[in-house]
C-alpha cells in the first residue's frame, strides 16, 4: 500500500477586504459578464476626436475586460440617430470628428469587433431606437439626420426629439437601419434600448386618431411596438439565424396599481419573450438590495425576472453608477446567481473601470450560456492533446482540431482544463483555467500556484452558439520542483521551502508521521530580537500525510525571518536572510 499523501493548497493573501467580499456563492461555469459602453456624448468613448487616441483607447477598454473575465460587450452604434458604424441611412456621430456626418477615416464598430472576437468576446450593437435627438437641432450631413430628414415623424417630449412609434413608416425606417447593419457586420447580437414610448401623455393623439383602427390608445401604443419587435425578429433571423436579439427594458414590467412600463410606457416585454420574438432581456435593474428610500429592491427584482424568463434569458442590469449599488455589487452578483438568472450587465464602463469592485465574483473565466432554441448541437472534441514542460510550471498544451459536427459547425473556441484528479470535473468552474479562440490549437498554461504534484489536462470545443463537446483525451505532466521539494523531506517531521529570486519562499513543504496538532508560521525577527509574526499558514489538528504550501502575497521585506513548524513536541525552524 502506498504511503497516505495529502496535498494541501493555502493560498496566504494579505490585503483585507470587507465582509461583503466574501461568498458562498460559487461562480458559475456559465454565464454572460458585460458591460454598456456608452458613445453618446462621449461618456465612456470616445474621449477625443484623435483617431490613434481613439483607437488606443477603444483595444484598452477591450483588453481591460478580457483580463476581468468579462464575455461581452455591448457597445452603443446609435446612441441619437447617429452612426459609430458605416450606415447607408444615418450620419456618422459628430463626437467621432466634432462634425455630424464627417466620414473619420476608420471604422469604430469594425475596430471593435476585430479586438473582441480575437479573444474570444461577443459584441452586442446597442442601438438606441425611438429617442433621436436633444433640443439641439442637427446640422446638414449626408446621410441627413433623420429630424432633418422626417421632421413630420418628429415628436418632442420633456426637451428630447422622439420619432413617432406609431407611424407605420417610422416602423419601417427603424427596421432598415438595423437591417443594414445586421447583413454588414459580424455582430452577435443587438440589444434595444428607449424600445418603448417616453411616457403617457406623448403627443401622438393625431397618429392615435389616424392609424388607432378603434383600439385603446395604450393597446394601440403596445401594438406598434409589438410589431416592430416581431417584424425585425423575422426578418433578422432569415438573414443571421444566430443573431441574439434583445433589449433593455425598465425593471418594473407590471405593478398591481397599473403603473410600470407594461402600462405607463407600453413596453410588453414579457410578452417579447414568451411570444419568441426576443432572446433575451437587461432589463435596468438599477437599485440597491435594500430598496433605499422606498425604490425597488434589486434582490425581489431578481426573483420577479426569474418568473419571466419564459425559457429565454435573463441578464440583470445593474446600476454601477450610483453610490449606493457600487458597494453592494458583489452582493448583487450573488443574488442574480441565486436567483437562476443567466448574467449582468453594468452601466455603464467607466463606472467600472476600477475593475477590483467585483469582490473576487468573477475569478474564473465563463463561458456565455448557449441558447438551445438557435442551436442544439454540440461540436465534436479535440483530439490527441499533449502536454510537454517549457520552463519550471510552465506547459505547453497542443491537440488536432474537431472535425464539423452533424450540423457543420466547427470550433469556434476551446475551454483548457487543469485537474489534480481524475476524472476531471469539467462542470467545476475552478478546473477551468481559460477560455480560448480557435485561431490556435495550443495553449501555454503558467501554473503560478502549484497545487499537487501532477497535473491532468483536457481540452474541449466551442462552437458558434456556445455549445460545449466532451472533452478530449486527458494528458498528464509531473511538475518537477513540487516532487524536488517533497523528496527534501528525509525524516518522519520534515520542513522545506522552495525559495524565488531574492530568498522569498514560493513553496512550503513539510511532513508529519501521525496525526497531531500543527503549527506553521512565517515570524520576522528583527534587529531588537523581538519576532512579529507574519502570517500564521497552517493551525489544527492534521493527518499523517505530506503537505504542500502556496505562498502568495505575503508581505516579505529585506530583514531576517524564520518559517516554524510546530508537529506534536517538535519543533523546525528554517531561516531565511531576504534582501531589500
Known amino acids: 500500500m502506498q504511503p497516505h499523501i495529502a496535498l494541501v493548497l493555502l493560498i496566504i493573501c494579505i490585503a483585507t477586504s470587507a465582509s461583503s467580499q466574501s461568498s458562498s456563492v460559487s461562480p458559475p461555469k456559465r454565464e454572460v459578464r458585460g458591460v454598456w459602453i456608452t458613445t453618446a456624448t462621449g461618456l465612456d468613448w470616445p474621449k477625443s476626436t484623435v483617431v490613434d487616441e481613439q483607437k488606443n483607447s477603444l483595444r484598452t477598454i477591450v483588453q481591460n475586460l478580457k483580463q476581468a473575465n ?58 438606441n431606437l425611438y429617442k433621436v435627438r436633444g433640443l439641439n437641432p442637427a446640422g446638414p450631413s449626408s446621410p441627413q439626420h433623420p429630424t432633418r430628414a422626417y421632421p413630420h415623424w418628429v415628436r418632442v417630449y420633456q426637451d428630447e426629439a422622439w420619432l413617432d412609434p406609431g407611424i407605420p413608416e417610422v416602423r419601417e425606417y427603424l427596421i432598415r437601419v438595423a437591417l443594414d447593419l445586421v447583413r454588414n457586420y459580424d455582430i452577435d447580437g443587438i440589444n434595444f434600448d428607449f424600445i418603448r414610448y417616453p411616457g403617457k401623455d406623448f403627443p401622438d393623439m393625431e397618429t392615435h386618431l389616424r392609424y388607432g383602427n378603434g383600439m385603446s390608445r395604450d393597446d394601440w401604443r403596445r401594438s406598434n411596438i409589438d410589431k416592430f419587435v416581431s417584424e425585425f425578429y423575422d426578418r433578422a433571423m432569415a438573414i443571421k439565424p444566430m443573431l441574439k436579439v434583445g433589449s433593455a427594458p425598465l425593471a418594473i414590467y407590471q405593478n398591481s396599481n397599473l403603473t410600470g412600463s407594461y ?103 465563463a463561458n456565455i450560456p448557449p441558447m438551445p432554441w438557435k442551436d442544439n448541437t454540440p461540436p465534436m472534441p479535440p483530439k490527441n492533446l499533449a502536454v510537454t514542460e517549457l520552463t519550471p510550471n510552465v506547459f505547453h498544451l497542443e491537440w488536432l482540431a474537431p472535425t464539423s459536427a452533424t450540423d457543420g459547425d466547427r470550433a469556434r473556441g476551446y475551454n483548457i482544463y487543469r485537474s489534480a484528479t481524475l476524472p476531471i470535473p469539467v ?31 483536457a481540452v474541449s470545443a466551442l462552437d458558434k452558439g456556445n455549445n460545449e463537446s466532451d472533452i478530449s483525451n486527458a494528458a498528464d505532466i509531473v511538475l518537477k520542483e513540487m516532487v524536488a521539494i517533497r523528496g527534501k523531506l528525509f525524516h518522519a517531521t520534515s520542513l ?85
Open 496 to 580: 522545506s521551502m522552495l525559495l524565488a529570486n531574492g530568498g522569498a519562499p514560493t513553496l512550503v513543504a513539510y511532513k508529519i508521521a501521525d496525526k497531531m496538532n500543527v503549527s506553521l508560521e512565517v515570524i520576522e525577527q528583527r534587529a531588537d530580537e523581538l519576532e512579529t509574526t507574519v502570517t500564521t499558514i497552517a493551525r489544527g489538528t492534521q493527518e499523517a500525510g505530506t503537505y504542500v504550501v502556496g505562498l502568495r502575497n505575503v508581505p516579505f521585506r529585506g530583514g531576517r525571518y524564520v518559517v516554524r513548524l510546530r508537529a506534536g513536541d517538535a519543533t523546525i525552524e528554517q531561516p531565511l536572510e531576504l534582501r531589500q
Open 263 to 365: 402600462y405607463t410606457y407600453a413596453q410588453d416585454s414579457y410578452g417579447w419573450l414568451k411570444k419568441q420574438k426576443h432572446d433575451y432581456l437587461s432589463p435596468q435593474m438599477y437599485w440597491s438590495l435594500g430598496g433605499n428610500n422606498g425604490e425597488p429592491n434589486f434582490a425581489t427584482l431578481s426573483r420577479a425576472w426569474k418568473r419571466y424568463e419564459a425559457g429565454r434569458h435573463i441578464y440583470a442590469g445593474i446600476g454601477a453608477y450610483k453610490p449606493d449599488v457600487v458597494p453592494e455589487i458583489p452582493a448583487e452578483i450573488d443574488t442574480t446567481r441565486v436567483s437562476g438568472l443567466l448574467g449582468q450587465v453594468y452601466f455603464r464602463y467607466d463606472n467600472i473601470e476600477r475593475l477590483d469592485m467585483f469582490g473576487n465574483r468573477y475569478r474564473t473565466p
Open 70 to 127: 468579462f464575455n461581452t460587450i455591448f457597445f452603443q452604434v446609435r446612441a441619437r440617430g447617429d452612426a459609430y458604424y458605416r450606415s447607408q441611412y444615418e450620419p456618422w456621430a459628430e463626437n467621432l470628428t466634432g462634425t455630424l456626418g464627417k466620414d473619420p477615416g476608420w471604422d469604430p464598430l469594425a475596430l471593435l469587433l476585430e479586438e473582441a472576437h480575437k479573444r474570444g468576446m461577443e459584441v452586442h450593437a446597442w442601438f
Open 427 to 457: 462542470d467545476d468552474p475552478t478546473a477551468l483555467v481559460a477560455i480560448t479562440t480557435a485561431e490556435a490549437n495550443y495553449f501555454i498554461d503558467t501554473v503560478r500556484t502549484p497545487t499537487a504534484f501532477k497535473y491532468f489536462y
